[in-house]
């Protein structure tokens, strides 16, 4: 066995109540049964130190990392010398909230951050309506962070839905893909296994998907039923609604030999479509991408007779008067980090 390709997950069930003091200490003592247990990575739920709920999220909110729930955090990973995903909490900065992720490391040290991107807010009539975006603002940036055995993805809860993230992650160098969550009786049901196994499956990636133990007594009750889905979409570890931990054996040579078996990877057709990451490919957005971005060339000029005296087209990706100069290609240029100006067309003088 090559302990390089293997390790222990822990999800932790939590039950989080009224009392952040309580919420906090009792989910210390959970990672440490988890750690006791062998757990190399551990995970809580999200909003493990608060009640779920717009109301609630200033009240209980810190900042990151200098709050006691990070401070904890900090502590019981370097305490186990473990990876510690911090499900989230709800985050203060400059003068704004956030539903946020913290990872921890062996040493104690943080090592991302992660802001729920897409906010929570639906309405499904005569069953739950809510609206995260009226007390908190989304996250702009993807999370990925480095263990000794692979490269680990993190979104929170309603970030799932979103197949486009799990692709770029998994196209990130991702194997697996950890969302800390807190689905409700009605959507838990219907899709909480589904979304997990669904992205376990489209990216050939372990998808793990900690929740808070139900509180039938809570305004918002949680569905539970923490998972751990496999590459080949199957469920191989999960609970019920009470409070729990639950375990998995990541097998990283499994993942691969999948991906052997069943290509999908490799047989993606990127001449007909793709899924972008616009955070990284700066150019992205440019229409003429005949040209190499490391041209020294600012202008061609060409001789035509059928044209105008001079004619002037614009090879800026975001002109809107495309393919007209409008003389802003210096800025489009500028900003991804090119320096291809315009065509110039002069018709020869014939007298």
């Not at 993942?255 to 990451?277: A, E, F, H, M, S």
Request: proline share 5%; aromatic share 8%.
């Amino acid at each position: 066995m090559n302990v390089a390709n293997k390790f222990k997950l822990a999800l932790v069930q939590l039950s989080v109540g009224a009392n952040k003091t309580e919420n906090i200490s009792r989910a210390a003592l959970k990672i440490s049964e988890a750690a006791n247990n062998g757990a190399q990575i551990i995970s809580l739920p999200e909003c493990f130190n608060s009640p779920y709920g717009t109301k609630y999220f200033g009240e209980y909110s810190e900042t990151v990392p200098d709050g006691p729930s990070c401070q904890l955090l900090k502590e019981t990973a370097k305490k186990h010398q473990i990876y510690l995903i911090g499900g989230s909490i709800p985050e203060s900065a400059d003068g704004k909230l956030y539903n946020t992720s913290t990872v921890w490391c062996p040493e104690g040290n943080l090592v991302a951050i992660h802001r729920k991107i897409h906010l929570f807010d639906i309405d499904v009539p005569g069953k739950i309506k809510f609206k995260e975006s009226d007390s908190l603002s989304p996250g702009s940036s993807f999370t990925t962070f480095d263990t000794p055995w692979c490269k680990v993805g993190l979104g929170i809860c309603y970030d799932i839905r979103f197949a486009e993230l799990a692709q770029v992650y998994r196209d990130k160098g991702c194997k697996l893909l950890v969302y800390p969550g807190a689905f409700n009786m009605t959507t838990g049901p219907a899709h909480w296994e589904l979304l997990a196994r669904g992205r376990a499956l489209d990216n050939q990636v372990y998808v793990a998907t900690p929740s808070p133990a139900r509180d039938p007594n809570a305004e918002y009750v949680a569905w539970g039923h923490s998972t751990v889905v496999s590459p080949w979409g199957q469920v191989i570890s999960t609970t019920e609604d009470k409070e729990d931990i639950i375990y998995a054996n990541i097998d990283l040579e499994e993942l691969d030999t999948i991906r052997g078996q069943i290509p999908i990877t490799v047989q993606k057709r990127d001449d007909l479509y793709r899924v972008q990451n616009n955070l990284e490919d700066e150019c992205s957005v440019r229409l003429n991408k005949t040209y190499k971005l490391d041209s020294k060339k600012v202008a061609e000029t060409f001789d035509v007779d059928d044209l105008g005296k001079k004619t002037v087209y614009c090879r800026c990706w975001q002109s809107k008067k495309f393919p007209l100069c409008d003389g802003s290609h210096g800025k489009h240029n500028q900003k991804c980090g090119d320096n291809l100006g315009p065509v110039i067309i002069t018709r020869k003088d014939s007298s």
